[in-house]
C-alpha cells in the first residue's frame, strides 16, 4: 500500500483534505502532519469533532511568529518526519506557510510533491500567501488546478508537465456536508449579507480594516461579520465608530455553520479566495 504525507495546518486546509482522506481510507496510508498554524479552537480542533476527521498523526505547534521563523520551524520537524515515514509522496494544499514548508522539505528530499489547488494567482506579490503558491507550484511533481483559468496561469509560467484540471475539492466537503444533514440552522430570521476577511493585507491594517466596515456599513441590509481570529486583536478600536450599526459580529464560525450561513445567501462580501470559489462553483 502506497504512504502519503498529507500537510495541513489552516482551516481551508482541514476542509481540502477531509475529501481526500475520504477517498483513501482502506486504499492509501495516510499520514497526516498537522503544524498548528491555526490553533484557535474553532479554526482547528471543531474540524476534527464536527466531521469525524482522523486525528493527525503528528500534531506540531507552530502557530504564530514572523513568516520566516514559522516556515523555519516547521520545516525542521517535518524533515524529521518524513526521515522516519519515508512517505511515497507528500501532498500540499493552497497557499500557507505550512504549505511552502511542506513542499520545500518534500523536494530537498526528492520525494514528489502533490499541490492541490495549484495555479491560483493574485499577482500581488505583497502578499505572503501569493509567494507561497508560486513557490510551491515550481517545485511540485503533480499540480491539480480547481479551474482552467488556474491552469492557463501555470502554462504562462512554463508549468505544463504534471497539470490536472480537477475542479474545487472544497466542492467535495460543501456535497459531503449536504448529503449528510450536517446542517445547523442559525438563529436569523432578517436578509443580510455575509462577510469575512483574513488576509493580512487588509486585517493589519486598521485604517484599511475601518474603510472596509465603512462600505459595510453602508449597505441596505444588515452585514454578519464572521470574526477571524487575526481579527480578534483589533476588533474592539474598530467597533467604536457609533455609526457603524450595520455590523452583527459572530465569532470565528465553525465549518457546519459557515456552510449555512452561505448556502441561501445571494450576496457574500469578502476576500477570502476559498468562499468567493465555493460560491461562483455552486
Known amino acids: 500500500m ?4 498529507a500537510i495541513i495546518g489552516a482551516r481551508p486546509q482541514f476542509i481540502k ?3 481526500l482522506e475520504l477517498a483513501a481510507r482502506n486504499k492509501i496510508n495516510m499520514i497526516t502532519i498537522h503544524t498548528g498554524q491555526h490553533y484557535d479552537e474553532n479554526m482547528s480542533k471543531v474540524f476534527f469533532d464536527q466531521l469525524g476527521m482522523d486525528r493527525p498523526g503528528y500534531m506540531l505547534k507552530h502557530g504564530g511568529g514572523h513568516h520566516g521563523a514559522q516556515t523555519g520551524r516547521m520545516m525542521m520537524e517535518i524533515e524529521e518526519i518524513l526521515l522516519l515515514e519515508r512517505p511515497d509522496m507528500v501532498v500540499v494544499y493552497g497557499d500557507t506557510n505550512s504549505t511552502l514548508a511542506g513542499a520545500l522539505v518534500a523536494s530537498k528530499m526528492h520525494i514528489p510533491v502533490a499541490h492541490i489547488e495549484a ?3 493574485s499577482y500581488n ?4 500567501e501569493e509567494i507561497n503558491r508560486v ?3 515550481h517545485i511540485s511533481t503533480w499540480l491539480f488546478t480547481p479551474s482552467h483559468l488556474a491552469k492557463e496561469n501555470l502554462a504562462k509560467e512554463g508549468i505544463k508537465k504534471g497539470v490536472y484540471e480537477i475542479g474545487d475539492i472544497m466542492k467535495d466537503m460543501v456535497n459531503h456536508v449536504t448529503r449528510n444533514g450536517l446542517l445547523r440552522k442559525p438563529d436569523m430570521q432578517e436578509p443580510y449579507y455575509y462577510a469575512t476577511l483574513h488576509r493580512p493585507y487588509n486585517v493589519d491594517n486598521e485604517n484599511r480594516m475601518r474603510n472596509i466596515l465603512d462600505a459595510l456599513n453602508k449597505l441596505k441590509r444588515k452585514v454578519v461579520f464572521a470574526i477571524h481570529p487575526e481579527v480578534k486583536p483589533i476588533w474592539p478600536n474598530l467597533i467604536l465608530n457609533p455609526k457603524r450599526t450595520q455590523t452583527s459580529v459572530l465569532l470565528t464560525l465553525s465549518l457546519i455553520l459557515r456552510i449555512w450561513v452561505m448556502w441561501p445567501r445571494q450576496n457574500v462580501c469578502l476576500q477570502t479566495a476559498g468562499v468567493c470559489r465555493r460560491k461562483r462553483t455552486g
Do not use: E, V
Request: glycine share 6%.
Open 119 to 121: 495555479g491560483l494567482r
Open 17 to 19: 483534505h477531509y475529501p
Open 135 to 137: 513557490l510551491t507550484d
Open 2 to 5: 502506497k504512504k502519503i504525507a
Open 125 to 128: 506579490r505583497s502578499m505572503p
